[in-house]
């Protein structure tokens, strides 16, 4: 059997926490290993079994499976390599050969049999794409090629062929198949087959089924049965009775037959329990429709609950579950291979499960399997989730309405390493906006669609985002180069509209020349200014701001990215003298508040050291500070038990502080430097007091 190339291009790895996912062409043997060492039936009847897939990346991938419906070959549709899959004769994976797609190699055909003029698919490898050039004999008697590829060749049963192998030939050589093609006498019919009912409807892996119809093939070799995704072995045929058994790997859903004349598949569905449980366990086996809600009673201890629904690949699948009286239960969605994709305990206080996105459109099994013995019901409602998608430009503003309960709405947009954004809510009508969230995603975490186990969400960066009116989330940095995604994400049920703006920017940057007066201005809400300038180890510096004209606060960044020291933002405001512990770029970082936008004026002095002398008492001393945020520093020597005053005159600094330090540097008087004298102090001890004059901010001059 060959199934059509993949529909989704993907890549794969063992799990969203274990990167880096790789091109499935290469990671495939390894992850089928993988899986079929973690669970040997399912890694081999499922060929996405315990692989994560995440789209757009990889090559299209062709599987190809034996008559036992196990995985044979995975072919690569655009390489045309291969990895074929050895079993023991028990069904053990052996090993995984690769084959580069110059090989001659049949891999399988379909159908096994059939009458002169049957359509035959050969698949395989190394084939001419141009139909003359590839020979076609059954058991020896050539028949004419109708069409081909690389990897695929149809035909039909030619006159006079008998049972045996198949053989092609190309230019480069030949090759004949592992098994042979039985020749019928023509006792095929040529209608399609119908099935009417099936007996029992409930059974686990191994039970025996009849299957009722017309148009049923013989001999039983000719008839396909597959127990919705798993293939049976068919024991006995007649035109209008099948008998089979439960295949392994079977799933909930309808049963097909097909025949070298078409297919049919069944009305109804056939169930199959989970392990442990039997077929008398199920007492209720239901298929279900989005949007209409079916109750369900298991009043027996130990009984559960097989609902079907159709997902639709690309969309989701919600249940809510109310009015519950089952005291515990678990509520699980398994996919059409029988894989897990959600699961929830659920209580009296009811619950809402989703599935992530769909890869495989069919029908998924919802479970509801009560925890011991308990025993109750509970109301359960399917949604057909479509999440609401597209892009967003930055600087517009759009309305999502989310009306179907757990839909999300994910826009994309593309930003730079190093790029911010910031989401302004302006409209919002979900009742509990405060529990409700919206976040982004990166481009190394795409979501990750349902196709096996699914073990959670990969990493977001959440930026804190509530969907309630005129919030505004203040900006995220971005570590990469790449397509992006804003999602609203409602919890559970909850809908409703809301319209917000994104905004994605770069900051300001603006080189800060020492002792120069520097405007930085924001245009974009959540926009920062990033004014920069050289230091050294032991340089001291003031900044000083002037003409503030937005709130918000500022920082100085040291160039290893700590922060040196912050403090809000206003006119008149400054960083009083700072001494800088590292050599390099440092950057006065500007952070209006909210969605504030404005400019403001930062200056940067490269302060010296502080003027020093003596001032001998009783002689008038001149002292002059050129530079804002430098300190004068006067000594004079004093004994213990003295008495001290100051007398300041002629000052032109227009603010700041005198004070009076004892030997030991510990404060012992001060006034301001407007007030002009300083009434006696008697000196504690002796020694030498130093008198340190101190301008405010960037005051300077002489006294």
């Not at 001419?128 to 059954?138: D, H, I, L, W």
Request: with cysteine; proline share 7%.
């Amino acid at each position: 059997m060959a199934e059509a190339a993949a529909t989704h291009p993907f890549t794969a790895c063992y799990s969203p926490s274990q990167p880096p996912c790789v091109p499935l062409d290469t990671a495939v043997e390894q992850c089928f290993l993988f899986s079929a060492i973690r669970n040997p039936q399912s890694a081999i009847r499922n060929p996405q079994s315990a692989i994560f897939v995440s789209e757009a990346y990889a090559d299209d991938v062709q599987y190809v499976y034996d008559d036992l419906g196990r995985l044979s070959a995975v072919i690569n549709a655009t390489t045309n390599e291969a990895a074929i899959y050895q079993y023991d004769a028990v069904g053990n994976l052996l090993g995984i050969v690769r084959q580069p797609a110059s090989t001659l190699a049949i891999l399988n055909f379909t159908p096994k049999s059939g009458a002169v003029g049957t359509s035959v698919t050969i698949v395989g490898l190394g084939f001419s794409p141009t139909a003359t050039q590839n020979s076609v004999t059954f058991n020896g008697t050539p028949t004419i090629v109708l069409s081909a590829t690389a990897t695929q060749l149809v035909v039909t049963v030619p006159t006079g062929a008998t049972t045996g192998t198949i053989a092609v030939t190309t230019p480069s050589g030949s090759a004949t198949s592992s098994s042979s093609f039985t020749v019928t006498s023509g006792s095929s019919t040529t209608v399609a087959p119908t099935i009417t009912s099936f007996t029992p409807t409930v059974g686990v892996p191994g039970t025996a089924v009849t299957i009722s119809g017309s148009n049923f093939a013989t001999p039983a070799g000719e008839n396909r049965i597959l127990f919705y995704t798993a293939q049976a072995v068919t024991n006995t045929a007649t035109p209008t009775s099948l008998t089979t058994s439960v295949p392994t790997a079977a799933t909930s859903g309808p049963i097909a037959v097909t025949t070298p004349a078409g297919q049919g598949v069944s009305t109804a569905d056939f169930f199959v329990p989970p392990a442990p449980y039997t077929a008398s366990a199920v007492a209720v086996a239901t298929r279900l429709t989005f949007g209409q809600s079916q109750s369900v009673t298991l009043s027996t201890a130990n009984t559960i609950a097989l609902l079907l629904i159709n997902g639709t690949a690309g969309h989701r699948i919600g249940v809510n579950l109310t009015n519950v009286t089952l005291s515990s239960s678990t509520v699980s969605i398994t996919n059409p291979y029988g894989q897990v994709v959600a699961s929830a305990t659920v209580t009296t206080a009811g619950a809402f499960v989703e599935s992530p996105l769909l890869l495989l459109s069919g029908t998924y099994t919802i479970s509801v399997i009560p925890n011991g013995s308990a025993t109750g019901g509970m109301t359960v409602t399917p949604h057909d989730i479509v999440d609401l998608t597209g892009p967003i430009v930055s600087g517009s503003t759009m309305t999502m309405n989310l009306t179907n309960p757990g839909q999300q709405s994910r826009l994309t947009f593309t930003a730079t390493a190093g790029q911010r954004a910031s989401v302004q809510v302006s409209n919002s009508t979900f009742s509990n906006c405060a529990n409700e969230r919206f976040f982004f995603r990166e481009p190394d975490s795409t979501p990750w669609i349902e196709v096996g186990v699914f073990l959670g969400a990969p990493d977001y960066m959440t930026i804190g985002g509530t969907l309630c009116p005129n919030i505004f989330m203040d900006a995220k940095g971005f570590q990469q180069t790449g397509t992006y995604q804003l999602v609203i994400d409602p919890t559970a049920t909850t809908t409703g509209q809301i319209t917000l703006t994104l905004y994605v920017f770069d900051d300001v940057t603006v080189p800060v020349p020492f002792g120069t007066a520097t405007t930085a201005t924001t245009t974009i809400p959540g926009q920062n200014a990033q004014l920069t300038f050289p230091g050294t180890t032991g340089q001291r510096i003031l900044v000083y701001i002037n003409n503030a004209a937005v709130a918000g606060g500022y920082s100085i960044t040291n160039p290893d990215g700590t922060t040196l020291v912050g403090s809000s933002m206003s006119t008149g405001a400054y960083l009083d003298t700072r001494v800088l512990p590292q050599t390099g770029t440092y950057t006065v970082l500007m952070n209006p508040t909210g969605s504030a936008m404005g400019s403001a004026t930062f200056t940067v002095y490269d302060v010296p050291a502080d003027v020093t002398g003596a001032i001998p008492p009783g002689i008038a001393t001149t002292v002059t500070v050129p530079t804002p945020g430098q300190a004068a520093r006067l000594t004079f020597s004093g004994t213990a038990g003295q008495k001290a005053s100051l007398l300041i005159n002629n000052t032109t600094i227009s603010a700041g502080a005198v004070v009076i330090n004892k030997p030991d540097g510990a404060w012992l008087a001060s006034i301001a430097i407007t007030a002009g004298f300083l009434d006696a102090v008697t000196l504690p001890v002796t020694g030498t007091y130093t008198v340190v004059i101190d301008p405010t901010g960037i005051a300077l001059g002489s006294f």
